[in-house]
Structures are given as C-alpha cells and as structure tokens.
C-alpha cells in the first residue's frame, strides 16, 4: 500500500518559516520525482517546487528564493524548507511521487497538509 504523508503545516506569520516533510512508504522512493504542490481555495493546485531522482530542482516563480526542497532517498523522505512567508503561501499543501522510466504514469498524492501564513 502506497502512502504519502505530509506533516509540518499549521498556522505562520507573515515573514516566518515553516518547513514541512513527507514519507513515503510502499515505493521505491529513489524511482520517483518528488514534488510539493499547493491549491489555495478557488484555484487550481499549482506547482510550488519539485525534485528529480538526480536532485535536479524546479521552483514555482512566486517561491524561488524563499522555499526549498530536498530529498533523502535513504529514509524516504522529502522535505519543503519555507522562509520568509506571504500570506498568498496560505494552503493546503499536497507532496506528489512521479514515476519515471518503466513507471513512467504512476503517480501517487498525499493527503495534504494545511498551511495558513497571516498578515
């Protein structure tokens, strides 16, 4: 059984830092790119940054230079480090497993994790 589980959200001020984390469990993690995405009430989720099985990073516009994220394949973990937070971060935030190569399609999402930056 797949599982993606993010933890670290909750309530920030504007200006402060959260970092969130997501394990996986049920895959080979290190065949996956990982990804955070975000979706803020009435919008579309959206890209906030994603990492591939080499480490290569991609980020969001609106978060490059405040946000970033990392992997541990060891442990199976993934981490998003957020700093200097704007109230327009505020939402839930869903950590994403994509396969590639023979997996490519297989994809799976977390629960997803509330974050609420006030002003």
């Known amino acids: 059984q797949v599982q993606l589980v993010e933890l670290g959200g909750g309530l920030v001020q504007a200006g402060g830092s959260l970092r969130l984390s997501c394990a996986a469990s049920g895959i080979t993690f290190m065949m996956y790119d990982m990804g955070w995405y975000r979706q803020a009430p009435g919008k579309q989720r959206e890209l906030v940054a994603k990492?591939?099985?080499?480490?290569?990073?991609e980020y969001g516009d609106s978060v490059k230079g405040r946000f970033t994220i990392s992997r541990d394949n060891p442990k199976n973990t993934m981490s998003l480090q957020m700093n200097s937070l704007e109230p327009q971060d505020s939402g839930v935030y869903y950590c994403?497993?994509?396969?590639?190569?023979?997996?490519?399609?297989?994809?799976?999402w977390g629960q997803g994790t509330q974050v609420t930056v006030s002003s």
């Open positions: 994403k497993a994509t396969g590639i190569g023979l997996i490519v399609g297989l994809d799976y």
């Open positions: 990492i591939t099985t080499s480490g290569v990073t």
